[in-house]
């Protein structure tokens, strides 16, 4: 029995098949590693889930195969099990997960209407559960049997070669409006023959689904059934449905896999995949609730913004699931497993919920994290890093997170390092994450850099202190890494200096100049965040915002997300150039050449920052190794200070 968290680490059988610990990793797809590359797994993949599995997860989850054919298109992978020619790989990926005592799991997936087609896809009928036009204009045909039929006969042949691959557990995607949930729930079936009407003619077809599978592949394969507990839509798919399609489906199944939403709809996509807008375990009452009716007798499994023990064992302990999986904390840390079973909660790297993991391969066709500057590059690293180096004495001079990650590293790596913050305190812009109650994921994660920092031997923090060049040079550093950030940019607007202007960095220390009606300038995602914060606590907030878009600059999930929160909590407008600045308000001028004035005792400016270029470029001379990294450089986010950090420690 663990000492720490006995419940998480209780071994758990099913079907014969005895699983280590409660913690699985949730599906994240291979798209994001490798796109429309071969139809099999590539090594930077293997590579990348492999690490999970070093890092104690139980089973490990390859996700995303599409069983129908979208198109080639650059967002999701092309992986094809049924092709022979790559059974190696699926063979190689499943040997290195079990390498590490995990056990290796498949997914299968048909989005349905949820899903991206092709130009080319869209010249042949795209059946749907029912005939309907999306808000697109894409419109989708009522499957007939026929093809219910073909579609359920390549189901049972896929899962035939998932475990000749040596896959033991198969995921079937029947949630989160894709084409199994569309026929189950009210909200999309509106067939009127045998596939609709009762909750025992909507699960037809997923039945016929699961008995094609088990007469190929017998009961030796583990089958996990994900479907959204609920919907979150009026007349949707409801926890009621949810508990009685379970009674339904059962016996042909081993894992009751519960999440939530629809990931189509603007906002239900972040309960889906949740926000820093919701708590931690938001989704585990679902699970509960099937949990709690003694006629399911299968192990049920819950997910959604797991990552700290705390609440995994508190979930297992009071009887609430049988099995907790998480995405994002096994992508933001892949060791967080072992961690929890040393009793190392506090080492655990927090996930910050920016959604990069999810959405930025789309722009950038990179797969990265955040906090984790080396996912989606692991198979990389052994040709990055340099095995034979000397060891060094650093200078970091900027104590936000690029300063912070770069000394722990460079620490790592076994240099002497010294951090130099020229404030009182390390963080940096992180320590804005303190006063907003939706940002607590990264104010655990700079809390996280902070403690490890102090606690570093290797690390002396000078604060309050900010080296002149000379002085600097006088120090004799081997290398300098210079993280000293970004200022804000002061737009040439008339009355910007006035005194009832101010900074939205500098707004949350300084509580006494943020009067009852507030005007926020700049509608990126530091605007809405802050017009968010301040709507939240009361005050009357009106956001300005030159472009169409709020929050460009964010990830499609929390952007979709945090545009709701501004329409809650502010009143937004776009296509508005404010044109000047008083002490009684701001005036501004609509994409209609409209002029328009509003009254603010305060107006915060959010329009963006500009890189200390000139300041960290006088610190060039100062050791024999120079290097910028972060805002200085250009302004980005964490993600990109992150890895600039990785870059610079690891090079060294």
Same mark, same amino acid.
């Given at each position: 029995?663990?000492?720490?968290?006995?419940?998480?680490?209780?071994?758990?059988?099913?079907?014969?098949?005895?699983?280590?610990?409660?913690?699985?990793?949730?599906?994240? /797809?291979?798209?994001? !590693?490798? *796109?429309?590359?071969?139809?099999?797994?590539?090594?930077?993949?293997?590579?990348?889930?492999?690490?999970? %599995?070093?890092?104690?997860?139980?089973?490990?989850?390859?996700?995303?195969?599409?069983?129908?054919?979208?198109?080639?298109?650059?967002?999701?992978?092309?992986?094809?099990?049924?092709?022979?020619?790559?059974?190696?790989?699926?063979?190689?990926?499943?040997?290195?997960?079990?390498?590490?005592?995990?056990?290796?799991?498949?997914?299968?997936?048909?989005?349905?209407?949820?899903?991206?087609?092709?130009?080319?896809?869209?010249?042949?009928?795209?059946?749907?559960?029912?005939?309907?036009?999306?808000?697109?204009?894409?419109?989708?045909?009522?499957?007939?049997?026929?093809? /219910?039929?073909?579609?359920?006969?390549?189901?049972?042949?896929?899962?035939?070669?998932?475990?000749?691959?040596?896959?033991?557990?198969?995921?079937?995607?029947?949630?989160?409006?894709?084409?199994?949930?569309?026929?189950?729930?009210?909200?999309?079936?509106?067939?009127?023959?045998?596939?609709?009407?009762?909750?025992?003619?909507?699960?037809?077809?997923?039945?016929?689904?699961?008995?094609?599978?088990?007469?190929?592949?017998?009961?030796?394969?583990?089958?996990?059934?994900?479907?959204?507990?609920?919907?979150?839509? $009026?007349?949707?798919?409801?926890?009621?449905?949810?508990?009685?399609?379970?009674?339904?489906? #059962?016996?042909?199944?081993?894992?009751?896999?519960?999440?939530?939403?629809?990931?189509?709809?603007?906002? !239900?996509?972040?309960?889906?995949?949740?926000?820093?807008?919701?708590?931690?375990?938001?989704?585990?009452?679902?699970? +509960?609730?099937? +949990?709690?009716?003694?006629?399911?007798?299968?192990?049920? =499994?819950?997910?959604?913004?797991? #990552?700290?023990?705390?609440?995994?064992?508190?979930?297992?302990?009071?009887?609430?699931?049988?099995?907790?999986?998480?995405?994002?904390?096994?992508?933001?840390?892949?060791?967080?497993?072992?961690?929890?079973?040393?009793?190392?909660?506090?080492?655990? @790297?927090?996930?910050?919920?920016?959604?990069?993991?999810?959405?930025?391969?789309?722009?950038?066709?990179?797969?990265?994290?955040?906090?984790?500057?080396?996912?989606?590059?692991?198979? #990389?690293?052994?040709? =990055? @890093? $340099?095995?034979?180096?000397?060891?060094?004495?650093?200078?970091?001079?900027?104590?936000?997170?690029?300063? /912070? +990650?770069?000394?722990?590293?460079?620490?790592?790596?076994?240099?002497?390092?010294?951090?130099?913050?020229?404030?009182?305190?390390?963080?940096?812009?992180?320590?804005?994450? &303190?006063?907003?109650?939706? +940002?607590? &994921?990264?104010?655990?994660?700079?809390?996280?850099?902070?403690?490890?920092?102090?606690?570093?031997?290797?690390?002396?923090?000078?604060?309050?202190?900010?080296?002149?060049?000379?002085?600097?040079?006088? /120090? *004799?550093?081997?290398?300098?890494?210079?993280?000293?950030?970004?200022?804000?940019?002061?737009?040439?607007?008339?009355?910007?200096?006035?005194?009832?202007?101010?900074?939205?960095?500098?707004?949350?220390? %300084?509580?006494?100049? @943020?009067?009852?009606?507030?005007?926020?300038?700049?509608?990126?995602?530091?605007?809405?965040?802050?017009?968010?914060?301040?709507?939240?606590?009361?005050?009357?907030?009106?956001?300005?915002?030159?472009?169409? #878009? !709020?929050?460009?600059?964010?990830?499609?999930?929390?952007?979709?997300? !945090?545009?709701?929160? @501004?329409?809650?909590?502010?009143?937004?407008?776009?296509?508005?150039?404010?044109?000047?600045?008083?002490?009684?308000?701001?005036?501004?001028?609509?994409?209609?050449?409209?002029?328009?004035?509003?009254?603010?005792?305060?107006?915060?400016?959010?329009?963006?920052?500009?890189?200390?270029?000139?300041?960290?470029?006088?610190?060039?001379?100062?050791?024999?190794?120079?290097?910028?990294?972060?805002?200085?450089?250009?302004?980005?986010?964490?993600?990109?200070?992150?890895?600039?950090?990785?870059?610079?420690?690891?090079?060294?």
């Amino acid at each position: 029995m663990n000492q720490y968290y006995p419940h998480i680490f209780e071994p758990i059988t099913i079907s014969g098949v005895t699983f280590k610990n409660r913690i699985f990793t949730a599906p994240s /797809m291979g798209h994001m !590693l490798q *796109n429309n590359a071969p139809t099999y797994p590539e090594p930077a993949m293997i590579c990348n889930y492999m690490q999970k %599995a070093i890092g104690g997860a139980a089973q490990v989850e390859c996700g995303g195969q599409q069983v129908n054919d979208p198109g080639e298109n650059p967002i999701h992978s092309k992986f094809d099990i049924e092709n022979p020619t790559g059974w190696r790989n699926f063979i190689h990926f499943t040997n290195a997960i079990h390498f590490y005592d995990a056990k290796a799991s498949y997914e299968l997936i048909h989005f349905g209407s949820e899903g991206e087609y092709t130009a080319e896809a869209r010249k042949s009928k795209i059946y749907g559960c029912s005939e309907f036009t999306r808000n697109d204009g894409l419109h989708f045909y009522q499957m007939p049997y026929e093809e /219910m039929d073909k579609l359920a006969d390549r189901y049972a042949s896929l899962a035939e070669c998932v475990k000749f691959c040596g896959f033991d557990t198969l995921l079937i995607h029947g949630g989160h409006g894709t084409l199994l949930q569309e026929f189950v729930s009210p909200r999309s079936n509106h067939r009127t023959d045998e596939f609709g009407g009762s909750m025992e003619n909507r699960a037809r077809f997923p039945l016929l689904v699961l008995d094609r599978i088990r007469q190929k592949v017998g009961r030796d394969l583990l089958i996990e059934y994900r479907i959204s507990g609920s919907e979150f839509v $009026p007349g949707g798919f409801e926890i009621e449905d949810c508990i009685e399609f379970f009674k339904l489906i #059962q016996d042909r199944i081993d894992i009751a896999h519960i999440s939530a939403g629809v990931v189509r709809e603007p906002r !239900l996509r972040a309960i889906t995949h949740p926000t820093g807008f919701l708590p931690e375990a938001c989704n585990a009452h679902l699970a +509960k609730a099937v +949990k709690a009716c003694p006629d399911i007798k299968i192990p049920v =499994l819950t997910l959604g913004a797991f #990552q700290q023990p705390e609440a995994i064992e508190r979930v297992l302990a009071n009887g609430e699931a049988d099995i907790v999986a998480m995405a994002r904390g096994t992508i933001a840390d892949p060791y967080t497993v072992n961690k929890i079973k040393e009793g190392r909660p506090q080492d655990i @790297v927090p996930c910050i919920k920016c959604f990069h993991c999810l959405d930025d391969f789309k722009n950038t066709h990179c797969y990265s994290c955040s906090v984790n500057p080396a996912a989606g590059r692991e198979s #990389q690293l052994d040709m =990055l @890093v $340099p095995k034979e180096y000397t060891k060094k004495n650093v200078a970091i001079l900027g104590g936000g997170p690029g300063g /912070m +990650k770069a000394a722990l590293l460079a620490s790592e790596r076994g240099h002497r390092v010294t951090l130099f913050e020229a404030k009182g305190t390390l963080g940096g812009q992180l320590n804005d994450a &303190d006063y907003m109650s939706f +940002k607590y &994921d990264l104010k655990k994660y700079k809390n996280y850099l902070i403690d490890h920092v102090n606690a570093d031997e290797n690390i002396a923090v000078k604060l309050n202190t900010k080296p002149t060049p000379q002085e600097l040079t006088n /120090m *004799n550093f081997d290398s300098v890494i210079c993280a000293v950030g970004a200022d804000p940019l002061i737009p040439p607007i008339p009355g910007v200096d006035g005194e009832n202007v101010i900074w939205a960095g500098d707004s949350f220390f %300084a509580p006494e100049k @943020v009067g009852q009606k507030l005007v926020v300038i700049g509608g990126g995602q530091v605007g809405c965040e802050t017009a968010v914060h301040y709507g939240m606590n009361g005050k009357s907030v009106a956001l300005l915002e030159m472009q169409d #878009q !709020l929050a460009p600059d964010a990830m499609r999930t929390y952007r979709e997300e !945090l545009e709701g929160q @501004v329409h809650d909590h502010a009143t937004a407008y776009t296509g508005a150039k404010v044109t000047g600045i008083t002490a009684a308000g701001v005036t501004y001028v609509d994409k209609d050449g409209g002029t328009h004035t509003i009254e603010a005792d305060t107006v915060i400016l959010a329009v963006g920052m500009k890189p200390r270029a000139a300041e960290a470029e006088s610190y060039r001379d100062c050791a024999p190794a120079f290097r910028r990294i972060g805002d200085c450089v250009k302004v980005g986010n964490v993600k990109v200070v992150t890895r600039a950090a990785f870059d610079a420690a690891m090079s060294l």
